[in-house]
Nanobody
Framework: QVQLVESGGGSAQSGGSLRLSCAASGYTYSTHSMGWFRQAPGKEREGVASINEDGLTPYADSVKGRFTISRDNAKNTLYLQMNSLKPEDTAMYYC?????????????????????????WGQGTQVTVSS
């Protein structure tokens, strides 16, 4: 089992920055990929960014150049640095981890953004960006 605990959410002004953290515990050695997802009211849950064991880091087009995903393996912690925030970034953000081999190697870029490939989830943290 893998447990995920998020922190760092809150409110920010347009153009501001926030950094989300996700502390992982348990059998973290089995995870092939971790990612950040977000869901706004009335919208589907969408992949924001992901990082797998090979260090690949795909991003959603809407956040490229503004968000950066990273990990500290020694601390078993995942980060999402969010810069140049926009009101449309307002959503509930979720940390996720997957232990399926489908999240490494061939097929990763076609799978990372689908929530169905992740079997561990954090509680979610609200991010609100005002104009």
């Amino acid at each position: 089992q893998v447990q995920l605990v998020e922190s760092g959410g809150g409110s920010a002004q347009s153009g501001g920055s926030l950094r989300l953290s996700c502390a992982a515990s348990g059998y973290t050695y089995s995870t092939h990929s971790m990612g950040w997802f977000r869901q706004a009211p009335g919208k589907e849950r969408e992949g924001v960014a992901s990082i797998n064991e090979d260090g690949l880091t795909p991003y959603a087009d809407s956040v490229k150049g503004r968000f950066t995903i990273s990990r500290d393996n020694a601390k078993n912690t995942l980060y999402l640095q969010m810069n140049s925030l926009k009101p449309e970034d307002t959503a509930m953000y979720y940390c996720a981890a997957g232990d399926t081999a489908g999240l490494s190697g061939a097929g990763y870029y076609s799978r990372w953004a689908s929530p169905t490939w992740y079997n561990y989830w954090g509680q979610g943290t609200q991010v609100t960006v005002s104009s």
